[in-house]
């Protein structure tokens, strides 16, 4: 009996420690979870709820409290180029200052999110009119305004555009599709001068819809072969001949008919489709250009608009070598044409993939040259041979002793000195091409000469 006791203590005790390893297992593991939980709810930066722990927010006052609420929507504009510009550091400090603010900046009872790297969301429970919820965005939208102070004591000044979303009970509309309208009225909003922000209405709700439908069209005219090349032809003085010609993207759409690059090139680039549209550009430019050199045109290259997306995409390089392989063009037939964002983007990346687009053969132009803030900086950053002058400078060339004049003979001489070629953009009548000719540029384009055309065409003017 005692050794019978004995064993049964001895157990007791085991199961006892098992127990309570079990229990201690499974407390650890709880907590574990629910730190998981919370990190997938929350900014890791902030310490602001996320996306996540915001369409949850929305759920459940839609939902289960089936209360009234505004969500406010507030995008910092450009703020990668302060992450560039200033470092990461600065713009991490700014980020947390900005969350600090939209927190304890409003009185009223209200929940602040970060959803991306420069969104920030508000989301304010109750009733509210219109004319309400966008004096409270005003309000956000200065406190954001205010200067901030970096950690090198530089003075930042944010600009910042909104979206607003009221939502009323008994609403079908999931918290997916609300943050989706008050993201579309945000974006909207960019393309206001009264105000930084819109307010989601019915006719936004609208347009929405009609977007939606475009871009649906739009991602597949490139496999409904829609897509169609035209040619503006590129005037040589120095060879009194056309030496080149510029290749447009044009869209002809079943559902919309022809619609202007303006309205659907930027959503390529939004979309991500123009990495696939380009690849077919620069295919088919560099078929085009093949055969113009086999009829009797050797010399005869095409330029390419190439976007920064296209430029910075890690298999760009490769896939350009494909196509060459694959049509048989020679690199010399191309040039691609460079927006100077692509430094703002990644000066080191796009110096590396320029610099191997030349050793290719390729030669490479800066395009729309005047119109940033840095054109002097990129002209010796990176090496293009041709340099393309924004057609705003011709509007003020009235005369050779004009100050457009002397601003465009500084630029070809800088070209000159840099060993670039000049080809001016934009040239309408017969007097700014004999100014232009006198200032001593060496190339024009404009509808002076011809308009873009189709391929046929092109080779008449030829």
Not at 411 to 418: F, H, K, T, W, Y
């Amino acid at each position: 009996m005692e050794k019978m006791s004995a064993k049964r203590w001895h157990y007791t005790i085991i199961a006892s420690m098992v127990l309570l390893t079990s229990i201690g297992s499974y407390l650890y593991i709880l907590k574990l979870e629910k730190r998981q939980q919370r990190a997938a709810r929350q900014d890791a930066l902030t310490q602001l709820g996320n996306l996540v722990r915001l369409e949850e927010d929305v759920n459940y006052l839609q939902l289960v409290k089936r209360k009234p609420y505004t969500i406010i929507l507030l995008n910092l504009l450009e703020f990668k180029n302060i992450n560039n510009w200033a470092g990461y550091e600065s713009g991490n400090q700014i980020l947390m200052e900005v969350g600090k603010r939209l927190s304890v900046g409003i009185v009223e009872k209200h929940t602040t999110y970060r959803i991306g790297g420069g969104e920030f969301a508000v989301l304010f429970p109750g009733t509210r009119t219109r004319e309400q919820a966008e004096e409270i965005t005003a309000n956000l939208c200065g406190l954001i305004q205010r200067p901030f102070e970096s950690e090198y004591h530089e003075t930042v000044r944010l600009k910042v555009y909104a979206g607003i979303r009221n939502a009323v009970v008994n609403s079908k509309d999931k918290a997916a599709q609300i943050i989706h309208d008050v993201v579309f009225a945000c974006q909207e909003a960019r393309h206001l001068t009264t105000a930084p922000y819109a307010y989601f209405t019915d006719e936004l709700g609208q347009l929405d819809s009609e977007r939606k439908l475009f871009v649906k069209e739009l991602s597949e005219a490139l496999n409904r072969g829609e897509f169609k090349l035209v040619y503006q032809p590129i005037f040589s003085f120095q060879e009194d001949r056309f030496v080149s010609f510029e290749s447009l993207l044009r869209w002809d759409s079943g559902e919309f008919g022809l619609v202007s690059p303006i309205e659907f090139i930027p959503l390529l680039e939004e979309s991500g489709m123009i990495l696939e549209v380009g690849d077919w550009i620069i295919q088919e430019a560099a078929l085009q250009v093949s055969k113009w050199r086999s009829e009797g045109f050797p010399e005869l290259y095409v330029t390419v608009n190439v976007s920064v997306k296209q430029l910075l995409d890690e298999s760009f390089l490769s896939r350009v070598q494909d196509i060459l392989l694959e049509t048989k063009a020679s690199p010399d037939s191309l040039v691609f044409e460079i927006t100077e964002s692509v430094v703002v983007e990644d000066s080191e990346k796009a110096l590396a993939t320029v610099t191997k687009l030349n050793d290719l053969g390729i030669s490479t132009a800066l395009d729309d040259f005047g119109t940033g803030y840095s054109s002097l900086a990129i002209l010796s950053l990176l090496p293009f041979q041709y340099l393309k002058v924004d057609r705003t400078f011709l509007d003020d060339l009235d005369s050779a002793d004009s100050q457009a004049a002397s601003v465009l003979r500084g630029i070809v001489s800088i070209a000159s000195g840099l060993s670039q070629l000049t080809i001016m953009e934009g040239v309408e009548t017969k007097e700014q091409l004999d100014l232009l000719k006198e200032i001593g540029a060496d190339r024009i384009q404009g509808y002076y000469f011809s308009k873009p055309v189709p391929p046929n065409q092109a080779f008449e003017l030829l």
